[in-house]
């Protein structure tokens, strides 16, 4: 070797690992014209090249510009190497190393058009094989049990690869070197088709199961987070069932489409719209239906002006559509619309964590799908399906799962590792590490045994794969909580301190660490109950934020919840609640007549028995549902502000009420426009002056609260809201306020964890 030659260490970290990282540094490096090697280890791709300074300058460089599209580089770091140990001229991948782990497993992503082009050609070796992948995509985080990210610690090990997928792996030109899922059908996974006792049924599982959909049958498929329960979406009697057998009465199911153009029979798609729904994370999206969608898919989304539509990520799933259009050859087919239209909801029975396990599904499952589309490649990791919404700059999480987890949420400051275990309501967890936060997948309500659990082993797997030990552990304010008793076992098992932090000032922080915002602010957080600080219930709130502190400015006017709890799924009651503020208790029970318990909660409100107050938005959009006679009952959360939503909506646009509200010693008093609503005979009209009179309402109430503040952080489960959250940015606008919102995070419950992390980072550094 001359002077001019360098050697240098390269470290690259992030995202780095089972995206096809090191056979493109091995390209890279041999394009160069550089000697060395590259590896995996559990602190992400470590680099030793030798040659020509200017070459291996370009090669640092390019290591960030050119990544792979599934990668995520966070830092290149290089230092001098020794020059003796590169005396050769090759470049080569050598065997990984452990180690702590401070790298991370990447996500899963739908499958590539190069795997699906094998797929969809009889010629090809991978013929309607349901399980090609490449580095560019596929499972991932499903599929792995450790760091480094290698096949021995994947649910691919058991399957030993023959000697032409071998070649493919060891062929640096070729997209499958190095890529630890590689497979075909000699060596790898097998699907079956097994009926509801669990016997085969058909020597083609992929014909055979479309063949009973089309039957209006229930078909359990297995996919790559665990099983979804299938049936034709345009069977009405298939979707009852559907909904008979998972005792899930009116809740909206996800379509599955096989493109963008089978959607828009059914949806009314944007500009941009149809490019969200091809992202290769694959979100269930919801987008706003056309008049005829009820009517073509019954019983699938009722009531509501939006559906949820999800495009096939799984080879399996591409199949069911691609044999529906009578097996052609080549990808021309996917691009018109296809007629299939499949009802895909995850298969957790009684709102248990998902099912991913072939002897679990024959049990839980038993006497809700007729047949099971299964295989035989574990599922590692639960991962349930990521749900979004269009909004004015980019897609809003409902629910962040598949596709995003366990992408990191990078930090404006790094510190000790945190553990903060969520809430109750969309439960997750997340973990930091440096100045990154991993929040877990979707893990649910902890309203029973399985879901708990499932929370348990989320905290286990995240610790253990980030191989970090926390330093504090931060949980709600509430004393009930699983999260809460969990938090407490945990912080004297591993001897460290609990933080309790308040659900409003955890949701506006959530906001602010995705943002990376450390200065004081203004946080308006609307959602349907929290624990306060006073020990009352909260929900909506004006605060100032100031790191681990805040402040109540001001909030709702509170109304009464008669019953307790149980007001917050009866939006009758909380129209009785108004009518008794109104001076009109005399009228609960003739108007509230269907319902049995309307004398004596009459009698509640009258005698303030068992009256908590609240001060709720999501109980105030519950009251408006009750007054206008839009939803007495919930059948699910969140319901009667969905159908309040859909109908302003349809409505259009209408002036808000003058003098609607009132704003006095901080307080936003909504009463002047609930009396109007009270006797309001359109609903339609009614959900309509609503929206506008609260966007107006809220405006107002940071105006004289606030009124020079130049932003307003925007968290809580009302900013899901779309009519809402447009009227509001608008109005906020006007003001010259800038209106903050959650975009790596659902705004609800489901952020709640990165917001209480954020929050014990900063108590930890102020101490």
């Not at 640092?60 to 003796?84: F, H, M, T, Y």
């Amino acid at each position: 070797m001359n002077a001019t030659t360098v050697c240098q260490n390269i470290r690259v970290s992030g995202v780095v690992q089972g995206v096809g990282f090191r056979p493109f540094v091995w390209r890279l490096a041999r394009e160069l014209g550089l000697a060395g090697w590259v590896r995996n280890d559990s602190r992400g791709v470590e680099i030793e090249v030798c040659g020509a300074a200017a070459q291996v300058q370009v090669l640092i460089d390019r290591l960030e510009q050119d990544a792979p599209p599934l990668a995520r580089v966070n830092a290149v770091v290089a230092r001098d190497a020794s020059l003796a140990a590169h005396s050769g001229r090759e470049f080569v991948i050598i065997d990984s190393r452990g180690g702590r782990a401070a790298t991370m497993i990447g996500h899963d992503t739908a499958v590539c058009r190069d795997c699906l082009a094998e797929v969809f050609e009889p010629s090809s070796r991978r013929w309607r094989y349901a399980f090609a992948n490449c580095t560019n995509c596929g499972p991932r985080y499903t599929i792995s049990r450790g760091l480094p990210y290698d096949r021995v610690r994947t649910s691919l090990k058991p399957f030993v690869m023959c000697p032409k997928c071998q070649h493919e792996y060891r062929q640096p030109d070729d997209r499958r070197f190095h890529a630890e899922a590689n497979c075909c059908p000699k060596c790898g996974p097998q699907l079956f088709l097994l009926d509801a006792e669990g016997q085969p049924l058909s020597d083609d599982p992929i014909a055979g199961a479309l063949s009973l959909l089309r039957q209006g049958k229930i078909v359990a498929v297995k996919g790559l987070g665990g099983f979804h329960l299938a049936c034709d979406a345009r069977n009405a009697v298939a979707v009852a069932l559907l909904r008979e057998r998972k005792q899930r009465d009116e809740k909206p199911f996800v379509v599955m489409l096989a493109n963008p153009a089978s959607a828009t029979a059914f949806v009314q798609m944007g500009i941009g719209e149809p490019g969200l729904l091809t992202l290769p994370t694959r979100p269930a999206i919801l987008i706003r239906k056309r008049a005829n969608c009820d009517d073509a898919l019954p019983g699938v989304a009722p009531g509501l002006a939006w559906l949820g539509v999800m495009l096939p990520y799984t080879p399996l799933q591409f199949l069911l559509f691609h044999e529906a259009a009578k097996r052609p050859p080549g990808l021309g087919w996917l691009e018109r619309a296809q007629d299939l239209a499949l009802v895909m909801t995850s298969a957790n029975p009684g709102g248990e964590p998902l099912v991913v396990d072939n002897k679990e599904a024959l049990l839980r499952l038993y006497g809700i799908a007729d047949a099971y589309l299964m295989h035989d490649r574990q599922i590692v990791t639960r991962c349930d399906d990521s749900v979004a919404r269009i909004t004015t700059g980019g897609l809003q999480f409902i629910r962040r799962a598949r596709g995003y987890t366990p992408r990191a949420i990078k930090l404006p400051i790094a510190g000790p590792s945190v553990l903060a275990v969520g809430g109750w309501f969309k439960n997750t967890v997340c973990v930091t590490r440096g100045d990154e936060a991993f929040v877990s997948q979707h893990i649910g309500d902890l309203d029973n045994a399985a879901v708990c659990d499932f929370l348990e082993e989320n905290v286990a797997q995240l610790v253990k794969l980030l191989g970090v030990e926390p330093a504090i552990i931060a949980h709600d304010l509430h004393p009930d909580f699983h999260s809460t008793h969990f938090a407490a076992e945990l912080a004297q098992q591993w001897n460290v301190p609990l933080l309790g932090v308040q659900h409003h000032h955890a949701h506006a922080a959530a906001v602010l660490a995705e943002h990376g915002i450390q200065e004081r602010i203004l946080a308006l957080s609307l959602d349907g109950v929290g624990l306060g600080s006073d020990g009352a219930s909260w929900g909506g709130e004006l605060l100032r934020v100031d790191g681990d502190q805040f402040k109540r400015l001001g909030s709702l006017v509170p109304l009464a919840l008669p019953g307790g709890d149980r007001a917050a799924a009866e939006p009758w009651r909380m129209a009785a609640a108004v009518l008794h503020r109104l001076g009109r208790s005399s009228e609960i029970a003739e108007r509230f007549a269907s319902q049995q318990a309307a004398p004596a909660v009459a009698q509640m409100l009258v005698g303030n028995i068992n009256c908590p107050l609240t001060s709720s938005m999501g109980r105030v959009f519950d009251a408006v549902a009750g007054l206008l006679g839009v939803k007495a009952v919930m059948a699910y959360e969140g319901q009667a502000a969905m159908l309040l939503e859909g109908m302003a909506q349809r409505y259009g646009e209408v002036l808000p009420l003058d003098c609607g509200w009132k704003v006095s010693q901080g307080q936003l008093d909504l009463l002047p426009l609930l009396a109007v609503l009270a006797d309001e005979k359109n609903a339609e009209r009614g959900a309509a002056l609503f929206h506008a009179t609260l966007i107006a309402a809220l405006g107002d109430w940071l105006r004289v609260v606030a009124p020079r503040q130049q932003a307003v952080v925007g968290s809580g489960g009302c900013f899901l809201n779309q009519v809402l959250m447009r009227g509001l940015r608008a109005r906020c606008n006007a003001q010259g306020m800038r209106i903050i919102e959650a975009r790596q995070l659902p705004p609800n419950d489901g952020g709640l964890s990165v917001g209480q992390a954020w929050i014990a980072l900063q108590h930890l550094a102020r101490r």
